[in-house]
């Protein structure tokens, strides 16, 4: 492992062995130093430790309001892909067919992500599938900040009864070009970002400390009359 990646300059190794793609110190910078890898893949399933497998990825850097796209790719997941994921996504079994597989984009994925924040809508989602993904084909751990667009609309946009991704680009007028597919919705969560971004330092944040702060904070859960609230 070391010969393959412990030369690599944006790769480094943690106290308890395993090899990182981001740097954890980077918590403690100022929100406009930060670039964030705004990230969405699309895949068979939802269970990224049971067989469900990436079928489309892309990552959106945002830097200081600025949005780029930094990578994207077709992912021939080596397992059919559920008619029900296919009428969602419009991404069939023969548009995979050539594609390349995880393994040959990992590495490109990998610089696409090192050294920034990883940051995507119900973030827990696809952390876990590139963390799996990576694990299997490089043998390398996602560790280091990560925001969470759905915790942080929580905190800054309270008066919302939902979080989904649809609701919260309607209320921040921002259109989603190609809804369900992976570099539509990158680029929409990269602008809702910056949008929330603006509402938190209008809170006092300036770090991204303070970002992840805002983030794990939860309201108070109400003991009667509760209701159940979806969130996509």
């Not at 892309?58 to 930094?70: D, I, K, N, P, Q």
């Not at 029900?84 to 067919?97: E, G, P, Q, W």
């Not at 994925?109 to 924040?117: D, E, K, Q």
């Not at 989603?176 to 910056?194: E, M, P, Q, S």
Request: glycine share 6%.
């Amino acid at each position: 492992m070391v010969a393959l990646v412990g030369a690599d300059p944006r790769v480094r190794q943690l106290a308890d062995a395993r090899w990182t793609l981001a740097d954890p110190r980077e918590a403690e910078k100022a929100i406009d130093d930060c670039t964030f890898a705004v990230v969405d893949i699309e895949a068979t399933g939802s269970r990224a430790t049971k067989g469900d497998r990436i079928i489309e990825v892309s990552v959106v850097t945002l830097r200081r309001g600025t949005v780029e796209l930094a990578f994207e790719a077709l992912v021939n997941p080596g397992r059919p892909v559920p008619k029900f994921v296919s009428r969602l996504t419009n991404i069939t079994n023969a548009m995979l067919r050539d594609q390349p597989s995880f393994d040959d984009v990992a590495d490109a994925l990998g610089g696409a992500l090192a050294g920034h924040v990883f940051a995507a809508h119900n973030a827990q989602f696809d952390w876990r599938f590139i963390q799996a993904e990576m694990r299997r084909a490089r043998g390398i751990e996602l560790d280091g900040p990560r925001i969470c667009t759905l915790r942080l609309a929580r905190k800054v946009i309270p008066e919302l009864r939902s979080r989904g991704l649809d609701t919260l680009t309607d209320y921040f007028g921002i259109a989603i070009h190609g809804r369900h597919r992976a570099t539509g919705d990158a680029t929409a969560t990269a602008y809702l970002l910056a949008k929330l971004i603006d509402r938190a330092v209008d809170q006092g944040a300036a770090t991204l400390a303070d970002l992840q702060h805002l983030a794990r904070k939860r309201r108070r859960r109400r003991t009667a009359f509760p209701t159940t609230v979806t969130e996509l």
